[in-house]
């Protein structure tokens, strides 16, 4: 009898192997009808070692609502829980780290000569209203972004889960619609300023001489500097990225699948963590890292002294292009204001 009871298992191990071995991948072709996750003798894990998925079957027409399980989608959610916390933290509370102590060392970089009280236009309207409504854009789409990967963990404790559903459903409408002027703002940028963000040999100079952030050095430059270059560059890269993998997002499985959208998720995640720490120190130079830099994009006007401490070649060139066009009114040096 326990021989029979042995021979008997025997034989149905047997078969359960050639079962694993032979059907299985079969069963991985025909999913879904292979596979039950509601079986209780199968864990998570096994199904999710043995196939690439876990799916049942539906009745509504959108097939891929029917996947109920994914490794890679795993892989994203612990990207997304974790890893992308961990790069925003670091990028974020680093640069801000930063910027502090680099303020308390060497404090806001003056006028060394002094205001002239004479003042030359750096920045039409056309071009403030630009660069304004690029950066008001972009301000709250940080927050309203921040609030998806950070709002749980830290807003929610805060807030009653009501005030933090009311609050991330109007942050999460800023995000998308906000999206459209961005958008719009990068690529005029783009235009605009293209032209004085070539890269050039001056640059190099300049970067060799830490921009005469540090001293009292005052390197030469054009229109832009090495440093205000990188920043253009940066909002023309990571804007660009970050609008394509954003519209991947807000318009999904147009033409993608999850994988792509999967990485459209991590790409626009890690974008926006590193330009939001590049757009503080571009923040912090443009207001209490510089004297003189906000009026330029504010009233669009700098003192002449400004000028030539900090772009010492565009204050010439533009000298020379007024003295040679008599059409053009004489620099809006204006008594000081
Ligand atoms: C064209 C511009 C943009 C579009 C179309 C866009 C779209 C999106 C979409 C659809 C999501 C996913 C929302 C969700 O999961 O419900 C998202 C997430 C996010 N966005 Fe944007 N976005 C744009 C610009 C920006 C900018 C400029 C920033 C910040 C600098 C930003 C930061 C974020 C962050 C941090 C997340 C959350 C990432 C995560 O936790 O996985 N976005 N965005």
Same mark, same amino acid.
């Given at each position: 009898?326990?021989?029979?009871? =042995?021979?008997?298992?025997?034989?149905?191990?047997?078969?359960? !192997?050639?079962?694993?071995?032979?059907?299985?991948?079969?069963?991985?072709?025909?999913? +879904?009808?292979?596979?039950?996750?509601?079986?209780?003798?199968?864990?998570?894990?096994?199904?999710?070692?043995?196939?690439?998925?876990?799916?049942?079957?539906?009745?509504? +027409?959108?097939?891929?609502?029917?996947?109920? %399980?994914?490794? @890679?989608?795993?892989?994203?959610?612990?990207?997304?829980?974790?890893? !992308?916390?961990?790069?925003?933290?670091?990028?974020?509370?680093?640069?801000?780290?930063? *910027?502090?102590?680099?303020?308390?060392?060497?404090?806001?970089?003056?006028?060394?000569?002094?205001?002239?009280?004479?003042?030359?236009?750096?920045?039409?309207? @056309?071009?403030?209203?630009?660069?304004?409504?690029? =950066?008001?854009?972009?301000?709250?789409?940080? *927050?309203?972004?921040?609030?998806?990967?950070?709002?749980?963990?830290?807003? *929610?404790?805060?807030?009653?889960?009501? =005030?933090?559903?009311?609050?991330? %459903?109007?942050?999460?409408?800023?995000? &998308?619609?906000?999206?459209? +002027?961005?958008?719009?703002?990068?690529?005029?940028?783009?235009?605009?300023?293209?032209?004085? &963000?070539?890269?050039?040999?001056?640059?190099?100079?300049?970067?060799?001489?830490?921009?005469?952030?540090?001293?009292?050095?005052?390197?030469?430059?054009?229109?832009?500097?090495? #440093?205000?270059?990188?920043?253009?560059?940066?909002?023309?890269?990571?804007? #660009?990225?970050? @609008?394509?993998?954003?519209?991947?997002?807000?318009?999904?499985?147009?033409?993608?699948?999850?994988?792509?959208?999967?990485?459209?998720?991590?790409?626009?995640?890690?974008?926006?963590?590193?330009?939001?720490?590049?757009? !503080?120190?571009?923040?912090?130079?443009?207001?209490?890292?510089?004297?003189? @830099?906000?009026?330029?994009?504010?009233?669009?006007?700098?003192?002449?002294?400004?000028?030539? %401490?900090?772009?010492? *070649?565009?204050?010439?060139? %533009?000298?020379?292009?007024?003295?040679?066009?008599?059409?053009? +009114?004489?620099?809006?040096?204006?008594?000081?204001?």
């Amino acid at each position: 009898m326990t021989t029979g009871v =042995a021979k008997l298992r025997n034989v149905v191990g047997a078969l359960v !192997l050639l079962a694993v071995t032979v059907v299985s991948p079969l069963a991985m072709a025909q999913q +879904p009808k292979s596979v039950d996750p509601t079986a209780s003798a199968v864990s998570e894990q096994q199904l999710l070692q043995q196939f690439k998925t876990i799916q049942g079957r539906g009745s509504i +027409p959108d097939t891929k609502s029917y996947t109920i %399980e994914q490794p @890679a989608g795993r892989d994203w959610r612990h990207f997304h829980e974790v890893t !992308l916390r961990v790069i925003g933290g670091v990028a974020i509370l680093g640069m801000l780290g930063l *910027l502090v102590v680099f303020y308390l060392w060497r404090g806001m970089v003056r006028i060394e000569s002094g205001r002239s009280g004479r003042t030359i236009v750096r920045f039409n309207a @056309a071009e403030r209203f630009v660069h304004w409504m690029t =950066a008001t854009s972009f301000v709250i789409l940080a *927050l309203s972004g921040l609030n998806i990967t950070f709002g749980r963990p830290l807003l *929610l404790p805060l807030m009653s889960p009501a =005030a933090f559903t009311a609050w991330s %459903e109007w942050a999460k409408y800023a995000h &998308n619609y906000l999206s459209f +002027p961005f958008t719009l703002g990068v690529i005029l940028i783009f235009l605009m300023w293209i032209a004085g &963000n070539i890269p050039n040999r001056i640059d190099l100079e300049w970067l060799k001489r830490g921009g005469g952030m540090v001293g009292h050095d005052h390197p030469p430059a054009y229109r832009f500097n090495a #440093g205000q270059k990188l920043i253009y560059w940066v909002v023309v890269l990571g804007g #660009g990225a970050i @609008a394509v993998s954003g519209y991947v997002l807000i318009f999904p499985f147009y033409g993608t699948a999850i994988e792509t959208m999967q990485n459209a998720s991590i790409i626009h995640g890690v974008v926006a963590m590193l330009f939001i720490a590049a757009m !503080l120190g571009h923040i912090y130079i443009g207001t209490i890292g510089m004297e003189g @830099a906000f009026e330029a994009m504010c009233r669009g006007t700098v003192d002449i002294n400004w000028a030539r %401490e900090h772009h010492s *070649l565009w204050l010439e060139e %533009e000298g020379a292009r007024r003295r040679t066009d008599s059409s053009q +009114p004489q620099p809006t040096a204006a008594p000081g204001e």
